[in-house]
């Protein structure tokens, strides 16, 4: 992956993501751009009348903040070994980053945002969705794959083969679970790339979702590969979901997702 987006802000959380956008740009030898948003939406108001305002003065320290803080980015990562450039945007995320995507290999964002759970179906690449305040770093040791056969697995699995590198590979798939490619085809996938995987068929106790995550809790994988679902916010709330139960999860891996 040599072209590498990522949302960048002020802040620990950002920090973050940005040391985790370098580090797999060192390993690649690719070239980050770094996306910083002022989204304008957020300080418009609505009244009741269907009249509307804009916050002006917020709305201008706001993006002169924002301005500073890419500036500052900008010179800090000139002197380094990764190769970067600063973009500035002033739109709803999603839509900022969808149009930076387009000819990107990956994006890297915060896990426990909204943002993560909507932005795989926006953009054609992977999206890499990481723990606040907590670097991802590269090569990996530990990866997890959460099988279910879908042509969603079978995306996030094919996109992250160049990220896999030696790492320990466990597929794991829940026992008598429907599936339209069984998941030992996952594993000779991964071997023809020359990565050796373990397959896991667990017994399905309670929701798939949390099947799954004791799985993980045993493995404690850096990383888990999974398909992005897409649900109405209502059938999320009432029901929750796969995707969004492991974007919530607050000691959980970083997931790298693709629709």
Not at 33 to 55: H, I, K, M, Q, W
Not at 162 to 170: K, Q, R, Y
Request: net charge negative.
């Amino acid at each position: 992956m040599r072209s590498i987006l990522v949302h960048a802000e002020a802040g620990p959380a950002g920090r973050a993501r940005i040391d985790t956008a370098l580090s797999l740009a060192r390993m690649t030898r690719g070239h980050l751009t770094l996306l910083v948003d002022t989204p304008v939406s957020r300080y418009v108001a609505v009244d009741g009348l269907g009249g509307g305002f804009v916050a002006t003065d917020a709305l201008k320290d706001a993006i002169a903040g924002d301005d500073a803080f890419a500036r500052e980015i900008d010179s800090h990562l000139a002197r380094g070994d990764v190769r970067c450039d600063v973009v500035r945007a002033e739109r709803d995320p999603i839509d900022a980053l969808a149009d930076s995507a387009r000819l990107a290999d990956l994006v890297v964002v915060a896990r426990r945002e909204a943002l993560a759970s909507d932005l795989p179906l926006a953009v054609r690449c992977p999206v890499l969705a990481v723990n606040a305040e907590e670097t991802l770093t590269f090569p990996l040791t530990r990866v997890a794959v959460a099988w279910d056969g879908s042509v969603e697995a079978a995306t996030a699995l094919r996109s992250a083969v160049s990220l896999l590198g030696d790492a320990e590979v466990s597929v794991i798939t829940v026992e008598n679970a429907s599936a339209d490619f069984p998941a030992t085809d996952a594993v000779a996938y991964l071997s023809r790339h020359g990565i050796k995987a373990e397959l896991k068929v667990v017994e399905r106790v309670g929701a798939v979702q949390e099947t799954i995550a004791r799985e993980l809790g045993l493995l404690q994988p850096q990383l888990l590969v999974m398909g992005a679902f897409r649900h109405s916010r209502l059938r999320e709330f009432l029901f929750g979901g796969v995707t969004r139960f492991f974007l919530d999860e607050p000691a959980g891996p970083a997931l790298l997702l693709a629709h």
